[in-house]
């Protein structure tokens, strides 16, 4: 029953690395979208997508960069990791027709 | 800017009480969503509400949307502890998007 999976439950990269997120669905969805977590601050938008090769800036994009290569697979890139991207990362999909989407079981990432 | 404000942040309570967390967002949406995240898991949608005076329910657990009022519930009758959990609320459709914007969160404890 796997719908939305992430290539890492926990990382941890050193200072200056590039680091790479992977996110997969296999519903179909159109939209897929990058989260991070961190205590307090709630669910905070990095990037969203709505079509192959599309992508929209959300709220903090920030030190981050994104791919969008195929519907089913939404990248999350940090060109350069620093310690303040030390977070809970989140992958959701959602389908164009207003329907609750999905969510992966996250990505913690330790920036050292 | 969207903002999402849930409250309250926190919310201990004692089995078998009832309570209600609010959800107000600042610009004009019709889709408002409720999702569960349960401590180390990822976000499960509850609810999705897309239209004014839209009503869910699930077990103890009942959600409203009044789009003018640009304001969603969730009620909670008679807590049982499984209850516990953060329970986030969600906007999109904003500017013809679909950006999902979070609320911060509410964390629930039920005691009992």
């Known amino acids: 029953d796997v719908k939305v999976t992430q290539s890492s439950r926990y990382l941890v990269k050193r200072t200056g690395e590039k680091v790479f997120l992977e996110c997969v669905q296999d519903m179909d969805h159109e939209n897929m979208f990058w989260y991070r977590q961190d205590p307090g601050l709630g669910l905070r938008l990095i990037y969203f997508?709505?079509?192959?090769?599309?992508?929209e800036k959300g709220d903090i994009p920030e030190g981050y960069s994104v791919s969008r290569e195929k519907k089913e697979r939404f990248s999350l890139i940090l060109e350069s990791a620093s310690t303040n991207q030390t977070s809970m990362y989140l992958c959701?999909?959602?389908?164009?027709?207003?329907?609750?989407?999905?969510f992966g079981p996250g990505t913690r990432l330790t920036v050292l | 800017e969207l903002k999402v404000e849930q409250n309250p942040l926190f919310l201990s309570m004692q089995e078998g009480k009832n309570y209600t967390i609010y959800c107000n967002y600042s610009t004009t949406s019709d889709r408002l969503y409720w999702y569960r995240q349960d401590p180390g898991k990822s976000l499960e949608s509850l609810f999705v509400l897309l239209s004014n005076g839209a009503v869910k329910q699930e077990g103890r657990l009942m959600a409203s949307l009044d789009t003018k009022a640009r304001l969603s519930t969730l009620h909670i009758t008679a807590a049982v502890h499984d209850l516990s959990a953060t329970y986030f609320c969600a906007v999109d459709g904003i500017d013809n998007t679909d950006k999902l914007i979070f609320g911060t969160g509410t964390r629930l404890q039920v005691f009992p």
């Open positions: 997508s709505y079509d192959v090769k599309m992508k």
């Open positions: 959701a999909s959602t389908p164009l027709d207003g329907l609750a989407g999905y």
